[in-house]
C-alpha cells in the first residue's frame, strides 16, 4: 500500500542542465498535482494533471518548465536549462476523483533541487 | 494575490498548553478547508478537515473552528505535545478547480 512515491529524493544539477523530477500516485488515484516550495515560503501550486492530460498549469513558469502524465508510467516534471532560482523542494500530491471525500491531497515526500 | 493567509510565521507554546493557529482567506468560493503537518525534509500531512457548511469539527486533540462570516478559520491542539513541533499550513481547497491553495505556514515550537 505504497503512498506517493517520489524520486529521487534529492537532485543536483549544474547551471544549463535538465532536471526531471518523477511522481508516481497512490495507488486508485488518478489526479497529480506538483507544488514548490521555495526557501522560506509555502507551497506553491505549479500544475494538475490527469492521464495524458494538462487540466490547470497556471502556476508553471512560462519557460523551461513543462511536465506530463503519460498513460502508462509516472507524472514527470520537467526544467530544462536549470537556473540557481530553481533550487527548491518540489513536492507531488495526489488524490482520487473525489478530492474532498479522499480528505485532500496525499503528498510525497518531495524532491529537493539543488542548482549549482 | 495570497488567498489563504497565516499571518504568524510561528509560535512558542508550552507542553500541556494550548496551541492556537489562524488562518484568513478571502475566496467565498472555497468549500473546504484542510490543515496540514509537515517536518523538516518530508512532504506534507493531512491532519483535519472542515466543511464550509460545518463550523466545528474535532478529532482527538484537534479541533479545527470556521467563521465563514469573517472568512477565518483556527486550528487548536490541547493539550500540546513535543511531538507537535513542526510546520503547520492552512489550505482550501477550490470546489470548480480541484486546486488546494496554501498558507505560507505557521513554525510550532512546542516546549518541553
Known amino acids: 500500500n505504497a503512498g506517493v512515491m517520489q524520486n529521487p529524493r534529492h537532485l543536483v544539477r549544474r547551471r544549463g542542465q535538465e532536471a526531471r523530477l518523477r511522481c508516481s500516485p497512490m495507488k486508485g488515484h488518478s489526479h497529480v498535482y506538483w507544488y514548490r516550495q521555495l526557501p522560506e515560503e509555502g507551497l506553491k501550486f505549479m500544475v494538475y494533471l490527469q492521464k495524458e492530460n494538462i487540466i490547470d498549469e497556471s502556476g508553471m513558469p512560462k519557460e523551461r518548465f513543462s511536465a506530463e502524465f503519460p498513460k502508462e508510467g509516472p507524472s514527470i516534471l520537467r526544467i530544462q536549462q536549470v537556473v540557481r532560482g530553481d533550487s527548491a523542494a518540489y513536492f507531488c500530491a495526489s488524490s482520487p476523483r473525489d478530492v474532498q471525500g479522499a480528505g485532500g491531497y496525499t503528498f510525497g515526500s518531495g524532491t529537493r533541487l539543488t542548482v549549482v | 494575490d495570497q488567498q489563504v493567509k497565516q499571518n504568524s510565521p510561528s509560535l512558542s507554546v508550552q507542553e500541556g498548553r494550548i496551541s492556537i493557529l489562524n488562518c484568513d482567506y478571502t475566496?467565498?468560493?472555497?468549500?473546504?478547508f484542510l490543515w496540514y503537518k509537515k517536518y523538516p525534509a518530508e512532504g506534507p500531512t493531512f491532519l483535519i478537515s472542515i466543511s464550509s457548511i460545518k463550523d466545528k469539527n474535532e478529532d482527538g486533540r484537534f479541533t479545527v473552528f470556521l467563521n465563514k462570516s469573517a472568512k477565518h478559520l483556527s486550528l487548536h491542539i490541547v493539550p500540546s505535545q513535543p511531538g507537535d513541533s513542526a510546520v503547520y499550513f492552512c489550505a482550501a481547497i477550490d470546489g470548480a478547480t480541484n486546486k488546494l491553495i496554501f498558507g505560507t505556514g505557521t513554525l510550532l515550537a512546542v516546549q518541553p
Open positions: 475566496n467565498s468560493m472555497f468549500d473546504y
